[in-house]
């Protein structure tokens, strides 16, 4: 069975970033094991956390992304 992805919008812009989900968990100062769970939906992320991602994508990216749009389930 294939898995849900639940933040579509996140992993398709961390793809075009070419950020690995281990790469961007040590850029953020969190565990591969935390993101993991974050990713899976298991915990949340924190506002912190959030804004550190925005901040990495908007480091690579031309555009800057809303938290809406990165964080959006589903």
């Given at each position: 069975?294939?898995?849900d992805i639940i933040f579509?919008?996140?992993e398709a812009e961390l793809t075009r970033a070419k950020i690995t989900k281990a790469e961007l968990a040590a850029r953020i100062?969190?565990?591969t094991g935390s993101i993991?769970?974050?990713f899976n939906?298991?915990?949340e992320f924190t506002l912190p956390e959030m804004l550190?991602?925005?901040e990495q994508l908007?480091?690579?990216n031309v555009q800057e992304f809303t938290l809406d749009y990165l964080f959006m389930r589903g």
């Open positions: 069975m294939a898995r579509r919008n996140l100062g969190i565990s993991s769970l974050k939906g298991k915990t550190a991602i925005q908007k480091k690579v």
